[in-house]
């Protein structure tokens, strides 16, 4: 296979297909209107930059550093990220629609705030957002994202469960609307027993510390660990 001929991003002016973009740094780089369908970025810095009404559909960026960029108004469909640093960006009215991130550094909070509108594609962002923050040793992140996650799958088989619009009466009818119900029992007796599998460790200490407490004597239970006792 030929090897993709390299480009420069201040050659693209209106769109760029299919081309690869690598080893370059664009310090407080602005650019707005342009279009980039399936090209990959790898080790570009675009740090500060300000980007609007971009469009990056199935795109690839790798080991890129994005820190502080002001993304408004741009569209990342179906786009992967690997790698990147994204810390400290803000994002305005961007869509995140099938796009991908492992084992990156992100500003959550606003990606979050981008999410589809669509709950199946909301759903899969936060997977994929999820996926990464353990990727990144950050579970706290982590479990918040799968909070998040719960409360819009939620939300959605109550939809179909009721019928709240059109397309969900259309969708969802006898049989499936049964399974609707039964996936939403589920999962609220799953956050009811084992708090959607968050508080499992705290469970199980606390389990630990129950046989402790029945089966040990007063005397044994005094060299025990203060945070087992204590629980």
Not at 184 to 212: A, E, F, P
């Amino acid at each position: 296979m030929p090897r993709k001929k390299q480009h420069s991003l201040t050659e693209v002016s209106v769109s760029a297909e299919n081309r690869l973009f690598v080893d370059s740094d664009h310090p407080n780089y602005m650019e707005k209107g342009v279009t980039f369908k399936r090209c990959m970025f790898i080790r570009v810095g675009l740090k500060n930059a300000a980007l609007t009404k971009l469009t990056f559909h199935r795109c690839i960026f790798e080991d890129c550093y994005l820190r502080g960029v002001k993304f408004q108004n741009v569209d990342f469909t179906g786009s992967t990220f690997r790698e990147c640093n994204l810390e400290r960006t803000r994002m305005d009215s961007c869509s995140f629609r099938y796009a991908r991130f492992s084992k990156c550094l992100l500003n959550y909070d606003e990606i979050v705030h981008s999410l589809p509108t669509e709950p199946n594609l909301a759903i899969g962002l936060l997977k994929s957002l999820r996926c990464n923050a353990l990727e990144m040793g950050d579970k706290d992140i982590a479990d918040k994202l799968l909070s998040r996650q719960i409360d819009i799958e939620k939300q959605d088989l109550l939809k179909q469960i009721c019928g709240a619009t059109e397309y969900y009466k259309d969708h969802y009818k006898g049989s499936a609307r049964f399974r609707s119900l039964s996936k939403l029992i589920r999962l609220s007796i799953s956050g009811l027993c084992w708090g959607y599998g968050l508080q499992i460790w705290k469970l199980l200490t606390r389990g630990v510390d129950l046989v402790l407490r029945t089966h040990l004597s007063p005397k044994d239970k005094i060299g025990l660990p203060f945070a087992v006792t204590q629980l």
